[in-house]
Every structure is written in structure tokens, then in C-alpha cells.
């Protein structure tokens, strides 16, 4: 079954899960919102801007203020978000930081 999130119907989405969405589409169009060119959505976003959750990757990119993917977080907790910090793991599974409402924080 696939869900599909619309803004504006009776199926919509909570507003915590709204506030990780529009997060999570910041984190992916981070790296080029500098840039002056805003990027394609990404194949999980349709150009109406419906997101279709099961396309979502198991991993999200996550991107320092520079654009520089640093790590992923889990699709999973990433929708499940209850405002705490997430952890952000780089490619090796080592936590590197987290994810706060104020974007990317490296660990110490």
C-alpha cells in the first residue's frame, strides 16, 4: 500500500510529521539553496509537492551549513521525530553528530 501525504485534505498530516517533512526537504534541497538554482525534487516529492513516503530512502542525507553531506538519518525515526535531537551516523554506522531543530550539530 502506498501512503500519500496531501496538505489541505482530511488525510493530512499531523503537524509534527509535517514540521519532519518540510525538515527532510530542507536537509535534500540544503546543498544547493545557496546556489541561486533550487535543485529537481527529489523522486520521492512529486512536483506538486505530494510526498510519497514509501519512496522515501531508509536513509536521509544530512548537510552541514556548507552544503556538505555529513551523514543519514533513519526514515523511520526521521517521521517518528518527537523533537529530540537524531543521531546522525556517516557511512561506517559511527554516530558524527545530530540533527537538531537548528540543522546539523558535529559531535565533540
Do not use: C
Not at 523533537?83 to 556517516?90: A, S, T
Amino acid at each position: 500500500m502506498t501512503t500519500i501525504f496531501r496538505f489541505g485534505t482530511k488525510e493530512r498530516m499531523t503537524l509534527a510529521t509535517a514540521a519532519a517533512l518540510a525538515i527532510a526537504l530542507a536537509i535534500t534541497f540544503g546543498a544547493s539553496a545557496s546556489s541561486g538554482s533550487p535543485p529537481p525534487p527529489p523522486s520521492w516529492v512529486g512536483a506538486n509537492g505530494i510526498v510519497d513516503v514509501s519512496k522515501m530512502p531508509q536513509r536521509l542525507d544530512v548537510v552541514n551549513s556548507n552544503g556538505v553531506v555529513v551523514g543519514t538519518v533513519d526514515r523511520d525515526e526521521y517521521l517518528r521525530h518527537t523533537g529530540d535531537p537524531l543521531p546522525v551516523e556517516n557511512s561506517h554506522g559511527v554516530v558524527v553528530g545530530s540533527l537538531q531543530s537548528g540543522g546539523f550539530e558535529p559531535s565533540q
